[in-house]
């Protein structure tokens, strides 16, 4: 008797964290309002620095196709600049990808000159837990306080995620209760 409620438990809880996991992805502009670009040594590695990524999330890269494109590549051709075997190739100036796993995810633009001038990033799915939040990612003073001169794109979607984080385990703590 203890173990199907305990089972159903477990059920509802993934249940939750599957929805979670769907319902709370982000989508990153890379080089926020600079876009994909080599104009004003935008450091893309700063800027992927300052994300949590998660799985399910969308990598936006905008840019004039004219001039540059993405190319998702491995670790040595990214850190060699490596654009002759990329892994898949996006060239409409407007790009979503959907990061579908764990790791690292290596993208660079193929245009000559462009990965050495820095047109390169490496975004890293950590495994991050969605109702643990590390706190130093939470900005501590409401939105409304801050100023507003670099917001970043995913900032409010924190606040959001951890309502219904809290939300999820409040409902599974109510099931349970009553399994
Ligand atoms: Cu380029």
């Known amino acids: 008797m203890a173990l199907a409620v305990e089972k159903r438990a477990v059920a509802v809880l ?27 040594n935008i450091d893309y590695k700063k800027w992927a620095t300052t994300k949590t990524f998660q799985v399910g999330d969308i990598i936006l ?22 654009a002759s075997a990329p892994i898949t190739t996006h060239k409409t100036g407007n790009d979503s990808i959907t990061i579908t796993n764990h790791g690292h995810h290596y993208f660079l633009c193929g245009f000559p000159g462009h990965c050495q001038a820095g047109q ?14 590390t706190p130093s990612a939470l900005p501590s003073v409401p939105a409304a306080a801050t100023p507003a001169p670099s917001p970043s ?9 951890r309502l219904l984080a809290n939300l999820g385990w409040t409902l599974a703590v109510f099931v349970c209760g009553f399994a």
């Open 120 to 133: 390169k990033v490496d975004i890293n799915v950590l495994h991050v837990a969605v109702s643990a939040p």
């Open 153 to 161: 794109d995913a900032a409010p979607l924190y606040a959001f995620k």
């Open 61 to 82: 890269f905008e840019y004039s196709p004219q001039f540059h494109n993405v190319m998702q590549v491995t670790h040595p051709e990214y850190q060699a600049c490596n």
């Open 14 to 40: 993934l249940v939750l964290y599957a929805f979670l996991e769907v319902s709370i992805a982000a989508v990153y502009k890379v080089g926020d309002s600079a876009g994909w670009t080599i104009i004003g």
